[in-house]
């Protein structure tokens, strides 16, 4: 084998390396996508209409019927916001839970993924009736 085709053998190996290494990122990167979560709504009046914001974009919809709503993980706080008739409008801040590092159960690639990242599962929200249908 000459010297020139050592060369091109080398860096045919040095590209379908770099190709493979790619590769692999790309897989990880399907897994570092924030994953969703299922919160639990216990709603007072039941017929109010909630949605979630995340950066002044809307993220969830409860759904009276399953008495929930699907939000992405994430970092950032999620404002939950209520409106029914006859109700003031009421809103709540969840704040994300980071996990804990003196916990066996965690571990670094967890942690880095956002696969821990949560909010709460469940949360009540009771909303007051509104001041102008109280004093008729």
């Known amino acids: ?25 790309a897989g990880c990167a399907a897994i570092l996508e924030a994953e969703s979560q299922t919160i ?3 709603v007072t009046p039941e017929d109010a209409q909630c949605f979630g914001w995340r950066n002044e974009r809307m993220v ?12 992405s993980k994430s970092t950032d706080e ?6 029914a008739y006859g109700y ?5 801040r969840l704040m994300p839970s980071r ?4 916990d066996p159960a965690t571990n670094s690639f967890d942690y880095l993924t956002g696969a821990l990242i949560h909010y709460d599962g469940s949360i009540a ?12």
């Open 99 to 102: 996990p804990d590092w003196n």
């Open 88 to 92: 003031n409008t009421k809103r709540l």
């Open 60 to 71: 969830g919809v409860y759904h009276p019927l399953f008495q929930s709503m699907t939000v």
């Open 40 to 42: 639990l709504m216990n």
């Open 78 to 83: 999620l404002l939950i916001t209520c409106n």
């Open 125 to 136: 929200i009771v909303m007051d009736k509104s001041d102008s249908l109280i004093a008729r």
């Open 1 to 25: 084998m000459t010297l020139t085709n050592m060369g091109k053998t080398r860096r045919n190996s040095i590209g379908l390396v770099a190709l493979a290494c790619a590769v692999n990122l």
